[in-house]
């Protein structure tokens, strides 16, 4: 079984055996124990999500998805018997519960998808943080977030409730701990808000006077927004953050999701006067793109934007060419890390949300 990493640049075998260095130091790993995401045939089964057979035809690389999530790959041979194809998918479904199911307590295998260690900020904030991928027959949810390792004051939340799904991209002001931990108080306010019934205004309000109480001075931008995935109501609010982009028939409809600025959070704007909720109805095949002002505002080498058409062109083209929506966003992250010399400035999150109800 190989797991992807942090990153999903490369797949890391699990241990079988004792590791000569810690788990976290990728020079302890052998070579054959880390295959490239993107030129490997373990990495074409992650990318598509399928089944991919070895030039032998006794060989197989079976992807390990936990619901839509992608985990990592199983190897598996060799084999020649006609049901052994379909035992092995049995497997690597039973092996993806079984890996997922030790992830939150088992520190040997969340290091083995770690190439170097994390700041105390990023720990702690991924430790908050919800699984990339989501979804259901009527609606899907995918997000990515850079820098992995130093993430300072980015967090993405999204779930699904009676035929709803909730969103959220927060992005704290700073990159260090104080940033982190505001983000932290941001998600979980968010989640203690709606799960007690509180409307998109009410998270708001308490994330504004929770920072307001205990992390004074501390200034942080978001939009929140849920997804009626039956009717396909959108509403959202935008608390100083850049608007989300709507992607329509492979094209950005410009100006979509536009609407007047709200003040930002953490100052007490909105523990008065709530800020406004605004409502638009999607058709089938829409997808929302949340983002941070890290993505659109990265700069090359020789100062040029990464921007919000370069944003959009990368998405609709990866999803035109058959791509799954978390393939999409793994492609992006990498060309704005491309872009920017692989080194950001600024943490750089995006979620994109897409409605394909069944009726």
């Known amino acids: 079984m190989y797991v992807a990493d942090v990153q999903q640049a ?19 790993l052998d070579e054959g124990d880390r295959l490239a995401i993107d030129n490997s045939l373990a990495g074409l089964a992650y990318r598509t999500q399928r089944v991919q057979l070895g030039s032998d035809g006794t060989t197989a690389w079976l992807p390990m998805i936990d619901g839509i999530e992608r985990v990592g790959v199983m190897e598996a041979g060799p084999g020649v018997d006609p049901g052994w194809l379909d ?40 430790a908050f943080l919800p699984p990339r991928t989501i979804g259901t027959r009527e609606a899907t949810s995918t997000a990515v977030l850079e820098p992995a390792y130093d993430i300072g004051g980015d967090v993405f939340d999204h779930g699904f409730a009676n035929g709803r799904l909730h969103l959220a991209l927060l992005d704290a002001m ?71 982009l709507l992607i329509r ?12 600025a709200q003040l930002p959070l953490g100052f007490g704007f909105h523990t008065e006067v709530p800020p406004a909720q605004y409502r638009t109805r999607l058709e089938p095949g829409d997808r929302v793109l949340l983002y941070s002002d890290g993505v659109t505002e990265a700069r090359s080498t020789d100062k040029q ?23 999409a966003l793994r492609r992006l992250i990498e060309n704005l890390m491309t872009h920017q010399n692989h080194h950001l400035n600024d943490d750089a999150t995006i979620l994109l949300a897409e409605w394909h109800p069944t009726h």
């Open 87 to 126: 035992a092995c998918k049995a497997l690597a479904s039973l092996a993806t519960l079984l890996v997922i199911s030790k992830t939150t307590h088992n520190d040997q295998l969340i290091a083995r998808g770690r190439s170097r260690p994390m700041t105390l900020q990023a720990e702690l904030l991924w």
């Open 174 to 244: 700073g990159h260090d701990l104080a940033a982190g931990g505001a983000s932290a108080v941001g998600l979980a306010a968010c989640r203690s808000t709606r799960r007690s019934g509180g409307t998109l205004a009410d998270i708001a309000r308490t994330i504004d006077s929770t920072l307001g109480q205990w992390i004074p001075n501390r200034l942080m931008t978001g939009i929140i927004a849920e997804l009626d995935t039956r009717q396909g109501e959108l509403t959202w609010v935008n608390c100083g953050h850049p608007a989300p």
């Open 10 to 28: 490369g797949l890391v075998v699990l241990p079988l055996r004792d590791s000569a260095g810690p788990l976290s130091d990728s020079s302890a």
């Open 305 to 327: 934007l990464f921007g919000e058409t370069r944003l959009a062109d990368t998405i609709i083209r990866s999803m035109a060419a058959g791509e799954p929506a978390p393939e």
């Open 249 to 260: 028939g492979g094209h950005v409809r410009t100006g979509a999701l536009e609407r007047p």
